[in-house]
């Protein structure tokens, strides 16, 4: 281990560790010190820099760095990487704002959640691992002994494990014969169990230590999601997301169907996810961790329908067009070889896909009911996953209710002008001081705004409806004027979170009048799905025991907000939980246990499916819920009181 | 269908039909006309003309055809399509000889043989297929039925079927939604069925007439058979013979192993199988029967063990060197799939591969002992396969032993200065006319003799011996001067079955002493190892109540000689029967008829495998049989009494 002291302009001195090669701006971040760097390490900002006091580093390009600051030993950590002991100096400049959200911080929360749930699955169904590892010693080949390799294998696993039958993929086969030979017939499997009495090989190895790992992945409309886990222990090991890259092709689904119907439309969406989202996220995740894509032996998969079917390359065409048919819901019947996909993983892994509901229900839901323990007691509980589309799901362990509402992309930022998703850089959460009605901002990883989540806009729509700058349908008070609030030459109004030059950014970020009645409209599609949901059933929200909200438009939601706004009903605040991306932590549950894919598959199987649009009453409660919060008050009795 | 009047030499007339754009040599020889045309119809020999006398037909290069006689309406057959109705003569000159052997007729009786053989074994042990066809009409989907395609599909085969698991791969499901809405929801599967509860679809198409086939291959050392099967009805529509094209890299399975070892050598060989030897033949089958490949839906493959690994692209070297160890034998384990192998088949297609016993007894031997009939009676019967290597099996339905001696090629015409395989040209019968020692010579498909097949050679040395123009070890009687014997510069002597000019021929084609050497080492690898087997049991070779006789070694071999030059025993001449290709009856079987393809995995898990080179006395053996007949003449009391 090297040691790195480092000496912050407050006079604090910290010693941390690093090994040979690691990046620096890798290592302080890893250690909690937080420096700045917006264009992610690519040495292309000029913000992380820091000062070499003592010692040296292996240094890459430091272009945005002038001769002279590099003269007085400064560089671009993201560009240096460690040879031995040093002594640095971070300037404030470097750091990131105080009022900052540190995402790995909040990363290793959500982690540790996941693994919590991990846990909490076990101890009430029981865990079964899909990927087995075993290191066998076979007899070496004699003339009087003298059995293929295969049947020596097959033999040695019969008395050890009792299976009769060991298959294997005809590439695996050819690397048998060396594994085998390489020391002295003894070998490492790691298999998948077919049934009592077949297993298959997955991967062949003649290093007993090798370690085999998996990657969860969620694909949203708007972001994908994954995380490493390391197999033997089920622990996460990095978790990651980026914006999915079939963006370019349309914001929400309907777009994307569309799309994929004309040309090869089909073809570019489905290289779009697969090359340009998932193996770069991949490759991110392992390349951190240092590990082949060949160590990784299970990938598992929870997205909506259509992005399923995109994922696939299956044509999507009929899930838009009445009567709404999916190619596929089942996907436990579809067998899928990571090399058909052209998956960065190893080409015997398993991929696991969660089973869709319907066609506007999919496997991020089967999943998400996982994540949420829905059925694991009587409690009735609703999850509501805040995606692209929105998605409801009402019940116990004894009945499970599923809706789906076009809720479009304005939770996680689309559809807004300075709309983001939650990264580096989002305004997360808002607070509207009451005299100056000057904004107090919450920025993830950063001081710097650039643009506004999910999240932030929830808060910044109530704390602009509670300081009266708004009035209930989301237009702005003209006979009240403030200084953050302008108007265009079309006399649209927004409200500036930052100004052109303040927290050093080079562009306004504003919320418009229409980004507020872009928001409204989907925050009353979610309202009036739970109501009619429960309707359809003669509940109510006040029957609701428990609610539990999904989704990436940014893991710090403000409940209180998020009612009083309207998105929610006004129910007790304590019956509510973030319960963070539900289809990642379902998508991570089933690829650590085979009982949790098992019970993923069965979710899906016994989900009713209630229909909104053939449902009467529902536009009547849609077009109630386009206000602030709603036009019947006595549903929100607290409104304007918290 | 067009007319086509033919005029012959000596006045005949006949009139036969065909199709608009077919081929005239094809249309003329399964009429049972038979042209000559050594080149195979690649319009290169120019010997297939006829001369149109009334009508046109379309014509490609005529290159070998001078101006002069194309002006006299000659075309070479095979360059010429019908377009309307002909009238021809056909020259002598064009037509195959007189003593020709027309193997098509034999193949149709070889063909009618393994229908036979099929009707037989599943009046023994019942029929299933491999794949099943379903024709099934959907209800179409509505707002009130609106499940996936997939489940829509499940859920009628579950009805009809009992199955509840419908699997499919990928690029099936891709073509699902289409296939569905072509004829409204109407749609005809192929499937296999996995176990009681699932089955796999391997095909889908609206079109309901759509028939299935299957491609059944034995892969030997020299030759490649294949057979194309209608799987409805389980008939064998065509037979087709090619040399391996792996020959190239080495004539017997231990020179292709240590090519394979060196450089890209296995690749080198798995290339030739795939892309010059088997592809093309499946190509040629399909392209007469007018068949696409996606019909082809189950293709078997029989082969000896070296020829399945270079097949598999599997590294064989451990097969030659002791222990001798195969990677596998038990081929059912190993997942093969048609575009890994880049199979000219069906993507979905099940590819059946015939298990091995050892390193030197393969999957030809297990298919042949079905082939044989080996296990349906308690008959003590032994098969002895003529390959490029011999291989022999002993027993009856209550045990099987077998063994492998290197033969080498010579059966199969390798080794043998003018040897080829048993196909056009080939002399494939001999006698010699005991007063002016002049050969008669039965030749395959033509009057014009280009080599020498494996019966022509077992026909030629029995000759030679009866004539007393060889003494027992081979060698010219130098004392008895003959007008076919001639000798070299190094007194090196040879027969002349036909002189360079005579029978139309433009080289010698002559057996030396060298020749015969070779052969006697083999014939006497054969006798020795069938021997040393019986001796192993405590048998003798009066106690065998059947000898089956097969491989590619020229379909009518003389078993009358073939005693008499001692390569099998001297026992009553009713006891034997040639099988004919046992590797690809079996294969054939094992196609039809999965219960047979199971019979054969039961046989090779069933067979005893006795290593010659260790069993003491079987060198001595070797020896003694390296002599016409043998050194002990009362092992053959029979011989020069024929």
Known sequence: MLNITVILENGDTKTIQGTFGDN??????????????????????????????????????????????????????????????????????????????????????????????????????????????????????????????????????????????????????????????????????????????????????????????????????????ACLVELETGRILREISSANAQLKYGADVINRIIYATKGDGLKKLRDAIIYESINPLINELIGKAKIESERILIMSVSANTTMTHLFLGIYPDYLRREPYIPVITDTRQVTVFPWE?????????????????????????SAGVIAAEMRDSDTLTALIDLGTNGEIVFGNNEFLMTCACSAGPAFEGGEISCGMRASLGAIEGVEIEDETFQPILRVIDTHRPYGICGSGIIDLISELKRTNLINAKGKFNRDEPCERVLYDEYDIGRYVLAKEGEFDNDEEVAVTEIDIDNFIRAKGAIYSALHTLLESLGFAPDDLEKIKISGGIGSHIGIENAINIGIFPDIPLEKYEFIGNSSLSGSYLSLVNKKAAEYIDNSAYNMTYVELSVYSGYMDEFISACFIPHTDLNRFPNHGKR
Chains 1, 2 share one sequence.
């Open 24 to 225: 620096l701006l890798d290592v302080l971040r890893d250690n909690g010190i937080g420096v700045y760097a917006p264009c992610n390490g690519n040495g292309t900002c000029g913000k992380c820099i820091v000062q070499v006091k003592e010692g040296s580093l292996r240094k890459e390009t430091m272009g945005e760095l002038s001769k002279e600051r590099q003269d007085k030993g400064f560089v671009l950590s993201c560009m240096s990487y460690l040879m031995e002991d040093i002594t640095i100096a971070i300037p404030d400049s470097s750091l990131v704002g105080a009022a900052k959200i540190k995402t790995a911080e909040r990363n290793k929360k959500n982690r540790e959640k996941y693994e919590k749930l991990r846990s909490r699955f076990a101890a009430l169904h029981g865990e079964v691992a899909h990927i087995h590892k075993l290191t066998i010693q076979l007899p070496e080949a004699t003339l009087d002994d003298n059995v293929s390799d295969h049947d020596r294998l097959k033999r040695e696993i019969r008395v050890q494990l009792g299976y009769t039958k060991v298959k294997m993929s005809l590439n695996l086969l050819k690397k048998l014969p060396f594994a085998l030979r390489k020391n002295h017939f003894k070998i490492t499997l790691f298999y998948t169990v077919t049934n009592e009495r077949s297993i298959r090989i997955r991967h062949i190895t003649w290093d007993e230590n090798e370690k085999a790992y998996g990657v969860a992945f969620d694909i949203g409309t708007t972001s994908v999601a």
């Open 341 to 365: 996909m052209e998956l960065m993983v190893n080409q015997n892994a398993v991929v696991i896909i969660s089973p869709s509901v319907a066609s506007y229900v999919g496997g991020d839901i």
